[in-house]
């Protein structure tokens, strides 16, 4: 018997077998139950997927949007943690570090990197994570509870991770070719590319980067109205990418006096260590993790890796001078000061 989920394909009006999200996947017999990590914030987010998937496509993206605005703003009021951030920023990068960091200290799984409710279901008294999608309802619902101050957020710790915008778009045109999923793709086209006459995913780099839906001037507005609704607030904290690769440590621990959490240089070291890029590559190819968005995708295909070159200001390797130089302009006259970009 077959146990992996379909979803509908308007495309050929049949159904075809989907990848069984993160909590249903071959590790699941490999490691054995007791390892496995269920989160049940994922599983209401899966369950919302699939149970709309059979659906045309106009009304599965309203169900969609529908639904899940619902679930995360449940997840909001039970969170103690928000983290914001785009796309490709580093996110699983960090919370594979505090992952490793509780690991240490409370003995939670490591091959499971929270996404969610992951880290108090195994230990009563860590936090609760919400962590953002970059696009679409869990956004929006969060931008606008911050400034209209709805005590749905009150009392919440709220991280902003940052990357240059340069670096983002990049990093973020291979994303969104080669492992953004359908049903995200959906979601993400309805909500912010309501006229769309032609398929991001077909465009070159260049020309993604340029437009205004998704490319540079979407994540420069994207972070410029999150540094705004943040700037003066003593429950949050600005955390840039650059910093944290470039030390690491400082970065780590600047992180936990916001949480108020307290971990030995034993653990801040080992965590550190199994971060690094080669090791997190290595176990990615092994399938050493049980979350879905690090699986190997195409081992023929070095774009499609999660984890790549992790390189700060590498998007000049892959823009001509005249097109880096154009992105550096962009930065430098319309990012908010307070994300030091300028």
């Known amino acids: 018997m077959d146990f992996r989920l379909q979803e509908y394909s308007t495309a050929t009006g049949a159904h075809r077998f989907a990848r069984p999200p993160a909590w249903h996947n071959e590790n ?38 529908r639904m899940m605005a619902r679930q995360r703003r449940h997840m909001l009021r039970r969170g103690q943690v928000v983290m914001i951030r785009h796309p490709k920023t580093g996110s699983t990068w960090l919370r594979t570090l505090l992952t490793q960091l509780y ?27 919400v962590i953002s999608n970059g696009y679409y309802s869990l956004e929006r619902l969060i931008l606008d509870a911050y400034r209209n101050d709805d005590p749905l957020v009150s009392g919440k710790k709220t991280i902003l991770l940052a990357r240059h915008p340069g670096d983002i778009a990049v990093s973020w045109h291979r994303q969104y070719q080669k492992r953004t999923k359908r049903f995200k793709r959906e979601l993400i086209e309805a909500d912010v590319c309501r006229n769309l006459d032609i398929d991001l995913r077909q465009l070159d780099r260049w020309d993604f980067i340029r437009r205004d839906e998704l490319g540079l001037p979407a994540i420069l507005r994207y972070y410029n109205d999150w540094a705004e609704v ?11 990418y650059e910093d944290l690769r470039n030390d690491t440590e400082t970065t780590l621990r600047r992180i936990s006096a916001l949480l108020g959490e307290e971990f030995d240089d034993a653990h801040y070291r080992k965590a550190i260590e199994f971060g690094s890029v080669d090791n997190m590559r290595e176990l990615e190819r092994s399938g050493y993790f049980q ?52």
């Open 28 to 65: 699941l017999f490999r490691c054995g139950l007791q390892t496995m990590v269920i989160s049940h914030d994922r599983l209401a987010h899966w369950a919302v997927v699939y149970a709309t998937a059979w659906l045309p496509r106009r009304p599965r993206v309203a169900a969609r949007f």
């Open 103 to 129: 690991h240490h200290r409370d003995g939670i799984s490591p091959k499971r990197v929270f996404a969610a409710d992951e880290l108090a279901r195994q230990k009563k008294g860590l936090p609760r994570w």
């Open 230 to 240: 943040l700037d003066g607030r003593q429950d949050s904290l600005i955390v840039r």
């Open 291 to 342: 979350n879905a968005s690090l699986r190997l995708r195409d081992a023929n295909d070095p774009d499609a890796l999660k984890v790549r070159r992790a390189r700060v200001g590498g998007f000049r390797a892959d823009l001509t001078g005249e097109q880096a130089d154009w992105v550096e302009q962009q930065v430098r006259e319309h990012s908010h000061p307070a994300l030091g970009y300028r």
